[in-house]
């Protein structure tokens, strides 16, 4: 069974912080993605990693794929509250999608 | 329409009963997945459709749990004899490829089913 592991489960932080989100498996995916979702919505994607190493910036958010594929993580510079949400990495392999268990932030103004 | 349409939004039911939900996907999309999702938690996978067959099934908890997709468009996800542990908020997603490496999942905003 491929499982992901986020870390931490909850991060609550101060407006203008920054923070890191880690994603691990034991197992190799072929792409990862990051998703935020809010309440009562469904998620949402950030963005795609598909090569080992690979580096992806969305304006305050950087992404990173480990060189092995197996880890992730997401970099968020000078949090906002509209930053708040749950995030999720979610593996691809043969076609489904397995979603770690997911960090919810709190960025307090 | 122009996302991914889950009815109804939300749904009470007695322990026992038999409910069924529903998955309109994006026009064109030939990927449809179903997740169930706990409060805080990830969403935990429990089958993928391509097309109008089911590639994996695998994360069907119990043979309480059946889903079909029979004209490779709208998707039912069908619980027999519920139980409370069904509680959860039910997730479907589509995409236009089902196993490319950049393929972008698009989620409904969910089925509630609480299970009394």
């Known amino acids: 069974t491929q499982l992901l592991e986020q870390s931490p489960q909850f991060l609550s932080i101060q407006e203008g912080e920054n923070l890191t989100v880690y994603c691990n498996s034991s197992s190799v995916f072929s792409s990862l993605q990051w998703y935020r979702q809010e309440p009562g919505e469904g998620p949402v994607l950030l963005v795609t990693v598909v090569t080992g190493g690979e580096v992806k910036k969305l304006k305050r958010l950087t992404f990173q794929f480990g060189d092995a594929r197996k880890d992730s993580s997401l970099h968020i510079t000078a949090a906002q509250p509209g930053d708040t949400g749950l995030y999720l990495c979610?593996?691809?392999?043969?076609?489904?999608?397995?979603f770690g268990q997911g960090t919810t932030l709190q960025v307090k103004p | 329409g122009a996302g991914v349409s889950q009815t109804p939004s939300n749904k009470v039911t007695e322990k026992g009963k038999y409910v069924e939900l529903r998955c309109d996907p994006i026009s064109g999309h030939t990927a449809l997945y179903w997740y169930r999702q706990s409060l805080g938690q990830g969403p935990e996978f429990l089958i993928y459709f391509q097309g109008t067959g089911a590639a994996d099934d695998s994360g069907l908890p119990n043979d309480r749990f059946f889903a079909v997709r029979p004209e490779g468009s709208v998707s039912t996800l069908k619980i027999q004899r519920t139980e409370r542990g069904d509680s959860a908020v039910y997730l479907c997603?589509?995409?236009?490829?089902?196993?490319?490496?950049?393929?972008?999942?698009?989620f409904g905003q969910g089925t509630r089913l609480t299970v009394v």
């Open positions: 997603a589509s995409s236009s490829q089902g196993s490319g490496m950049n393929t972008e999942a698009f």
């Open positions: 979610a593996g691809l392999n043969t076609g489904k999608l397995i």
